[in-house]
């Protein structure tokens, strides 16, 4: 079956069939440069410019639903209800049980399905922008779900929901995506590195060097402060492990 192809006055997406009435939703990223990275913190120096080929990302995380649809497992269900709604990002699941579904995904699809680089997420995220979010210098919980009793810059405190919500929760980014900053961290395919010196400036992914047991994290989540949802805001994690408030999002480099 052919995917279904959207135009909206924003963003250009197609709809992807997973098999058991879900379906995953990607969103066209435009080529183009831009420059990654702030002087804010060591590790997200130096400042660099990036140069891009068009690629399609996920409009949303991936779904409790959907993995469920391609993995028949429910990796939510070893922590508390909180977590387990269909339309919630799916969280508990290694960076390895991410490239499974990945491989698994593809073959249902027809698409090689792939976790981003570094690069192409902060640059996805962006969206053309330059500020700390894509919103502008700061973020309130009414626009991001995170901490809100750790604000950025001059925002006011404010509600802390002490869980992930429903993936189409709040605005998208002018590209078209949802929740790049906060809600869960999401799986990047890089290795971490403690900093930008030697990375591709190609958008591809850094895999050589580094610290091969440990891979990065983008986006910040539900109970991390502000900060930690900036766009240039990079962590890293034991690829083997799995925790609560990690989940992830999908690209494909070209469609066919």
Request: negative net charge.
């Amino acid at each position: 079956m052919r995917p279904f192809l959207f135009r909206t006055t924003k963003a250009q997406y197609i709809r992807e069939n997973l098999g058991n009435g879900a379906t995953l939703d990607l969103v066209r990223i435009p080529a183009g440069k831009f420059m990654m990275g702030s002087n804010e913190r060591t590790e997200e120096q130096p400042v660099h410019e990036a140069t891009l080929r068009e690629f399609w990302m996920g409009k949303y995380s991936v779904t409790n639903a959907q993995w469920q649809a391609v993995m028949g497992t429910k990796p939510s269900e070893q922590y508390d209800i909180k977590f387990q709604g269909e339309n919630q990002p799916v969280v508990g699941v290694s960076w390895g049980d991410v490239k499974e579904f990945c491989q698994k995904a593809s073959q249902k699809t027809g698409k090689s399905i792939r976790l981003p680089s570094e690069t192409e997420w902060e640059y996805a995220c962006r969206a053309g922008t330059i500020n700390a979010f894509h919103f502008g210098e700061t973020i309130t919980p009414d626009l991001v779900n995170y901490n809100g009793n750790n604000p950025y810059g001059d925002a006011p405190k404010g509600e802390y929901r002490d869980k992930p919500v429903n993936v189409d929760s709040f605005s998208p980014n002018a590209w078209g995506l949802y929740q790049m900053h906060g809600n869960v961290w999401e799986w990047c395919e890089d290795v971490w590195h403690e900093n930008y010196n030697g990375i591709p400036q190609d958008g591809s992914a850094w895999l050589d060097g580094g610290e091969q047991g440990k891979r990065l994290l983008r986006g910040g989540s539900w109970d991390v402060s502000a900060i930690n949802c900036r766009s240039a805001d990079r962590y890293r994690w034991v690829a083997v492990d799995r925790y609560y408030y990690i989940g992830f999002r999908v690209v494909v480099s070209i469609l066919s």
